[in-house]
C-alpha cells in the first residue's frame, strides 16, 4: 500500500534530519510574483553591481515550473555550516565560515540525493531536481513560504533556535505534498545591529543589501579590482564577509554541525593570514581543487590579501 502524502511528508522531514539538515519544509511550486518584483526593483537601481545573472531568467525564479515542468512541491531544506573551530579559523585565514570546509554546492547536493533514494523505496519512482545556490531560484522565499524562518535585515535567512550561519537547498519534485505553513513575519524587530556592524554600510535595514558596497561580493563575485574605499575596509578579510551574520542576537546560540565534509580543511587549519602572499597558484588548485575557494580562486585571492594585510 502507497503512503498517503502525509505520511511521505513526514518520511521526508525525517530522512532530512538523517542526513544532517536541522529544518525541512514544503512549499507549494506555484508562482512567487512579489518576490520577482522586489528583485526587478533591485536590479533597476542597480544594486546588484556586475551580478548580471540575477536580471537574467526572471521568469524562472518567478515561477520554477518554467524550470521544472510538472513540479508540484518544492521540500525546502536549510543545513548549517557552523563548526566548533569556525570562528578560529576564519579569523587566521581571513576566509568567511561557510567556505572553510568542502564545496557546499558538492556536498548538500550528495545529501539530497540520498535522500530521494531513500524516499523512493517508498514513494516509488517520482522525478525530481536538486539546486543549492545554483540556480534562478528564490531560495530565502521559497524557505519563508515552506515555514522554515524569516528573511531578516541582515538578508538572510533566520531560523529560530538555530540562527543564519545555514545553507539553503531544494528539491523540485513532481510529488503532490502537503505545503507546510509560512512562517509568519519577521521577529527582528527593532533591531538595527547587523546594519550597524556592516563596514561598508551595504545593508540598509530594509532587508535589502547594495552589492557595490558589500565586502562578500567584492572579495569573491566581483571581477573589478577593489576600490581604494573598500580596501580600507577589509579589515583582514580575504574571501567574504561574516560581519552581519555575527551581530545578529539569534545567532548567539547558533546551531552547529558535525558534517565532516564541512569541517574546516585541514590546509586551512593551518594556515595563516600572510600565506596567502606566498602559496603559488599550483599549490593553491591542488590544495583547494575541492573548496568553495575556487570560485575566485588564486589571483583574486591573493590580490585581496595584498590589500587585506597592507600596514
Known amino acids: 500500500m502507497s503512503p498517503s502524502p502525509e505520511e511521505l511528508r513526514r518520511q521526508i522531514q525525517s530522512l532530512a534530519l538523517g542526513q544532517g539538515f536541522c529544518a525541512c519544509g514544503i512549499a507549494p511550486a506555484e508562482p512567487l510574483p512579489e518576490d520577482a518584483r522586489a528583485i526587478a526593483r533591485w536590479v533597476e537601481q542597480g544594486r546588484n553591481a556586475s551580478l548580471e545573472y540575477m536580471a537574467r531568467h526572471a521568469d524562472k525564479r518567478e515561477d520554477i515550473r518554467r524550470m521544472v515542468p510538472g513540479a508540484r512541491s518544492i521540500i525546502c531544506l536549510a543545513h548549517s555550516y557552523l563548526t566548533d573551530t569556525s570562528e578560529t579559523v576564519s579569523r587566521q585565514t581571513g576566509v568567511a565560515k561557510y567556505a572553510l570546509g568542502e564545496d557546499y554546492h558538492t556536498v548538500l547536493k550528495d545529501k539530497m540525493h540520498r535522500l530521494c533514494a531513500e524516499l523512493k523505496k517508498t514513494a516509488g519512482e517520482f522525478s525530481y531536481r536538486v539546486f543549492t545556490d545554483s540556480a534562478p531560484v528564490a531560495e530565502r522565499r521559497l524557505a519563508q513560504r515552506a515555514g522554515l524562518g524569516w528573511i531578516g535585515k541582515s538578508t538572510q535567512l533566520i531560523l529560530p533556535g538555530v540562527g543564519s550561519y545555514v545553507l539553503l537547498s531544494e528539491i ?34 530594509q532587508g535589502t543589501l547594495d552589492a557595490r558596497k558589500c565586502l562578500s561580493y567584492a572579495t569573491i563575485e566581483s571581477r573589478d579590482d577593489l ?29 552547529r554541525t558535525g558534517e565532516p565534509r564541512l569541517q574546516p580543511l585541514s590546509a586551512l587549519a593551518s594556515l ?14 591542488r590544495t583547494f581543487a575541492l573548496s568553495p575557494l575556487q570560485r575566485a580562486g588564486w589571483e583574486k585571492i591573493r590580490r585581496t590579501a595584498e590589500k587585506a594585510l597592507k600596514k
Open 272 to 285: 595563516q593570514k600572510s600565506q596567502w602572499l606566498t602559496l603559488d597558484k599550483e599549490t593553491f588548485d
Open 227 to 255: 576600490p581604494e574605499d573598500l580596501s580600507e575596509k577589509l579589515g583582514g578579510r580575504v574571501f567574504g564577509c561574516d560581519t552581519c551574520l555575527d551581530a545578529c542576537p539569534w545567532n548567539r546560540h547558533a546551531g
Open 172 to 205: 523540485v519534485t513532481d510529488l503532490a505534498l502537503p505545503p507546510d505553513e509560512p512562517f509568519p513575519g519577521s521577529r527582528c524587530g527593532a533591531c538595527r545591529r547587523c546594519q550597524m556592524a556592516c563596514p561598508t554600510g551595504a545593508l540598509d535595514g
